[in-house]
Nanobody, 115 residues
Framework: QVQLVESGGGLVQPGGSLRLSCAAS????????MAWYRQAPGKERELVAR???????TYADSVKGRFTISRDNAKNTVYLQMNSLKPNDTAVYYC?????????WGKGTLVTVSS
């Protein structure tokens, strides 16, 4: 059974940094595409960063140069390093994985950027 558990969210001031983690279980880590999405209040869920099993990572234009997705295969964990945070980065951030055509989601972690 695939499980994704996010952590690392919280309250941060504008210009600050956070690192989100997503611990995955029930998979052979590293062979499935993974991504981070976010959903702000009143808005649709949107892709933030995507890491395919092979190839180039991609980012939403709004986070390019500020966010970095990475993974540690030994820890079965994918990360989202978020720097220079802005108030409009406030959202619930979700970890996503696709395994053999089936989508899996974590429950999300809230990031609030406010002074």
């Amino acid at each position: 059974q695939v499980q994704l558990v996010e952590s690392g969210g919280g309250l941060v001031q504008p210009g600050g940094s956070l690192r989100l983690s997503c611990a995955a279980s029930g998979i052979i880590f590293g062979i499935h595409p993974m991504a981070w999405y976010r959903q702000a209040p009143g808005k649709e869920r949107e892709l933030v960063a995507r890491m395919p099993s092979g190839g180039t990572t991609t980012y939403a234009d709004s986070v390019k140069g500020r966010f970095t997705i990475s993974r540690d295969n030994a820890k079965n964990t994918v990360y989202l390093q978020m720097n220079s945070l802005k108030p409009n980065d406030t959202a619930v951030y979700y970890c996503y994985l696709q395994k053999y055509g089936i989508d899996y989601w974590g429950k999300g972690t809230l990031v609030t950027v406010s002074s």
